[in-house]
């Protein structure tokens, strides 16, 4: 694997031509946003009295499509997403997750509170009712309420038990806070949850870790380059087996096979893409 510690070339604003294809796409994507943003809202109205939400992740599913299509991006998909009660948990590579795992389950995001004051990218998180959490161990019983509520209430959750983004070509330890929610009394036997991965592949030339987005690298850099590549890579997400929370004696054990299974199909992924 390339070293992780620094970041890909590459990550300058494109050429002219680059620049000119961002704009499209950029100028694309808010109108196709903005545009189902507001049907997203008259939906939202007529789900609040009844405390559900039926039919707005439809709408959000189609402009996340509707978005990766104008990117140039194609997603295939391996496996069912989940349709049971419970939540879902991928590995986490960059920004890019939120359209691609959007397109292909109907969930409702878990994000870091500071996702909501990203341009274009918070406007879709706080529209689409993500649930925004502080990473602060003093917020844990705050935290652990909000998953509750929302479980309990049907809402299919998606979160990121890493943390963090990585370089996109590998999967760091699972931390199990996030999981306790699911071993409350009310929710442990009803509960269940699904390891998903996210593999993209760059496109062709480009540097392996393309798509990845992590540590200090600047957001506006990144999303510029992805919407001027005149060349797409490929991205696949494989929905594992879900398993029944019930099954664990705790979030730890629960962590830890949800990690291996996000990891087990990577190697063999990158193998492949490097062939």
């Not at 939400?53 to 996340?64: E, G, K, N, Y």
């Not at 397109?103 to 409702?108: C, K, L, P, Q, T």
């Not at 935290?143 to 979160?159: S, T």
Request: hydrophobic share 50%; net charge positive; proline share 7%.
């Amino acid at each position: 694997m390339n070293d992780w510690s620094t970041a890909p070339s590459g990550d300058a604003p494109p050429g002219p031509l680059g620049w000119a294809l961002a704009l499209v796409r950029f100028v694309l994507i808010a109108l196709v946003i903005y545009g189902l943003m507001i049907v997203l809202f008259v939906t939202r109205l007529f789900e609040q009295p009844f405390g559900q939400h039926r039919l707005s992740p439809f709408i959000v599913q189609l402009a996340c499509k509707a978005s990766l299509r104008v990117m140039g991006l194609r997603v295939r998909v391996s496996g069912e997403a989940l349709a049971h009660r419970g939540a879902l948990v991928a590995n986490h590579s960059s920004w890019l997750d939120i359209f691609v795992l959007n397109a292909a389950a109907r969930v409702f995001f878990v994000s870091k509170v500071e996702v909501s004051r990203w341009p274009l990218i918070g406007l879709i998180a706080r529209a689409t009712g993500t649930v925004f959490i502080a990473r602060n161990p003093r917020d844990a019983k705050v935290q652990k309420a909000q998953f509750e509520r929302r479980l309990m209430q049907g809402d299919r959750l998606l979160f990121f038990p890493e943390g963090t983004s990585t370089d996109s070509r590998r999967v760091m330890r699972f931390k199990s806070t996030l999981f306790a929610a699911f071993f409350s009394p009310p929710l442990r036997k009803t509960q269940w949850i699904q390891p998903v991965s996210v593999l993209y592949t760059a496109p062709k030339g480009a540097d392996p870790r393309y798509y990845g987005w992590w540590g200090e690298m600047a957001f506006a850099p990144h999303f510029l380059k992805v919407l001027g590549a005149r060349r797409a890579g490929r991205i696949e997400v494989v929905f594992h087996s879900p398993v029944r929370v019930a099954d664990y004696p705790d979030r730890k054990a629960l962590a830890a096979y949800c990690e291996a299974r996000t990891r087990a199909p990577m190697a063999a992924h990158y193998a492949a893409s490097a062939s």
